[in-house]
C-alpha cells in the first residue's frame, strides 16, 4: 500500500464550478500537509501549507485536514481555465518535515 | 530573485553511461531535496542534503549519489543509467528549520535510450 493515495482523474469541469481534490494517507505520524500545482513541464508550485488538523483558506482555495480520517482535501471555488493543471498532494512527518510523500496526482481540466 | 535553477533542461542519455544533474537553490535556502518523477506519478524522494552532507535518503539504490557545494548548490550523480532511470528529476530548496515546504525547479527531463 502506498503511503500517499491520489485519485489520478483526469477531473474536468466547466468554468466556475467548485472542485474537490483528496488525498488519503497511512502513516499517522503525518504532521504536515501541502498541496502543489504543476503544470506541463514545469515543477511544482505551492498552492497551500497547512498543519495538523483544520481548514486554510487562500482566496479562491480552501485546504481541510481530518487526520482522524487519515483524508485531505483542496477545493477550488468559482474554478477557471487557468486552474488547469495537475495537482500532487505532499506530506511529512514533524521528525522529517524536509522529506515530502507525494500523491501521484489529480490532473483537473477546467473548460471554459 | 531567482528561484531555483536547474540545469540542462533536457538530456538523452545511453544505458550503462553516468550522467551529472545540476542544481541552484533560491537565494537564502539551504537545503537542497532531489526528487524523481517518473511520467505520470508523483516525484519520489531521492535524498537530501544540508550542510554539504546527505541527511536524508529514500529508497533509491546507490548508483543514485549527491554532492553539495558550499554555496548551497548541489549536483546528482547517476550511474549505470537503465531505461528505468528516464524522468524528470527534480531539485526543490528549502530552509533546514522551515516547515513551509519547498520551491521546486522546472526539472531535468532525462531520457535512457
Known amino acids: 500500500q502506498k503511503e500517499v493515495e491520489q485519485d489520478p482523474g483526469p477531473l474536468s469541469v466547466p468554468e466556475g464550478a467548485i472542485v474537490s481534490l483528496n488525498c488519503t494517507y497511512s502513516n499517522s505520524a503525518f504532521q504536515y500537509f501541502m498541496w502543489y500545482r504543476q503544470y506541463s513541464r514545469k515543477g511544482p508550485e505551492l498552492l497551500m501549507y497547512?498543519?495538523?488538523?483544520g481548514n486554510k483558506e487562500d482566496g479562491r482555495f480552501t485546504a481541510q485536514v481530518d487526520k482522524s480520517s487519515k483524508y485531505i482535501s483542496l477545493f477550488i471555488r468559482d474554478s477557471q481555465p487557468s486552474d488547469s493543471a495537475t495537482y500532487l498532494c505532499a506530506m511529512s512527518d514533524f521528525g522529517n518535515f524536509n522529506k515530502f510523500y507525494f500523491g501521484s496526482g489529480t490532473k483537473l481540466n477546467v473548460k471554459p | 530573485d531567482a528561484g531555483v535553477t536547474q540545469s540542462p533542461t533536457h538530456l538523452i542519455k545511453t544505458r550503462g553511461q553516468q550522467v551529472t544533474l545540476r542544481c541552484s537553490p533560491k537565494?537564502?535556502?539551504?537545503?537542497v531535496s532531489w526528487y524523481q518523477q517518473a511520467l505520470g506519478q508523483g516525484p519520489q524522494f531521492i535524498f537530501q542534503?544540508?550542510?554539504?552532507?546527505?541527511?536524508q535518503r529514500g529508497n533509491f539504490p546507490d548508483r543514485f549519489s549527491g554532492h553539495q557545494f558550499p554555496n548551497y548548490s548541489s549536483e546528482l550523480n547517476v550511474n549505470a543509467l537503465l531505461l528505468g532511470d528516464s524522468a524528470l528529476y527534480l531539485c526543490?530548496?528549502?530552509?533546514?528549520?522551515?516547515?513551509?515546504?519547498?520551491?521546486f525547479g522546472s526539472g531535468t527531463r532525462l531520457t535512457v535510450v
Open positions: 542534503y544540508y550542510e554539504e552532507e546527505e541527511r
Open positions: 497547512t498543519y495538523s488538523s
Open positions: 526543490a530548496s528549502s530552509l533546514s528549520l522551515g516547515v513551509s515546504g519547498y520551491t
Open positions: 537565494s537564502g535556502h539551504d537545503t
